[in-house]
Structures are given as C-alpha cells and as structure tokens.
C-alpha cells in the first residue's frame, strides 16, 4: 500500500488533516495478509492515532484523538479491540469523529484501545493466561478474527 493511498482512505478527517498525518515508515513492506488492523500514534502530534484496515480489497482509515488524560496505572483494563488487558496508562480512550455530517457537527465514537494502537501484533503474540493450554497459533488466529470483528464494528459505528 502507498503513502498516497493510505492518505486518501481517511473518512473522518479534512484533507489537510490526512496530509498532515505522520505515516509509519515502512508502509510498502506491511505483511497485510495477516495485519488485521494497521494502528499508530502520531509522533509529531501525540494525541493523534490513525487505525487502517482494509475492507473489500481498499484500505479504510480512521483518524483518532487520544483522551489527554490518563487512567491509573493501578486499574486493569482492557483493550476493546484486541481484548488484552494492561495496566490502565497503557490504555487510551480514543475518539473517532464520525465520518460525514455527523462528524461536521461534532458527533464522535469512543472507544478504549491499547494505546500504541498495537493490536494486531498484541492479538496473535500475548495470549491471555487462561487460554495458555490451548494451541498458541490457533488461539492467535481466534484473537485475530475477534480483533477484526472489533474493528469493523467500530468502523461501521463511524461510518453510520
Ligand atoms: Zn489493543
């Protein structure tokens, strides 16, 4: 996937948004077969993420904006995405502007998210303790789907 194309899929952001965004460096060579979900957090503007996912052959993607507060790193909590549980300062709520008029008018989407943005890699990679007995590559590949199946569900609630 280019630069170009990963910059046109934005559907909630203005064009100058999508141009302004910090693109990870090594796009061209990203293994999109098993990448559920391409997720990052801007370096150049901290509060911004960006999740991109293809859907139906084209890359869809969602600008994000990280709650500036922080939750306590005392609290578990998880990921509503990949479902792995941290400590609560590795966790952000993160708000998607809804695509469109909605979005215009300030409507949003929240969610809790891995705060790196993470989750493909977390979902095959950290298997939850209770699932250690089973197979780790088909665990891997239950989280994987469950992870898709999250993400679409959060981009279907932006694209509404
Ligand atoms: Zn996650």
């Keep these: 996937m280019t630069e170009q194309q ?14 302004s965004a910090t693109l990870p460096r090594d796009l061209a060579d990203l293994p999109w077969g098993e990448l559920e979900v391409l997720g990052w957090r801007d370096p150049k503007a901290p509060l911004r993420g960006y999740l991109v996912v293809q859907r139906e052959g084209r890359p869809v993607g ?23 549980t941290h400590s609560g300062d590795a966790v952000s709520l993160c708000t998607a502007r809804r695509a469109g008029e909605a979005g215009r008018n300030g409507n949003t989407v929240g969610t809790y998210v891995c705060a790196d943005l993470g989750c493909a890699a977390r979902a095959r990679s950290e298997i939850p303790p209770w699932l250690r007995e089973r197979d780790p590559a088909e665990v891997g590949e239950e989280r994987a789907a469950e992870l898709r199946g999250q993400v679409e569900t959060f981009l279907d609630a932006v694209l509404r």
């Design 6 to 19: 990963v910059r046109r899929s934005f559907v909630n952001c203005s064009k100058g948004e999508a141009n």
């Design 62 to 84: 969602v600008a994000l904006r990280a709650a500036d507060t922080r939750m306590s790193a005392r609290r578990t909590v998880m990921c509503l995405l990949c479902q792995s």
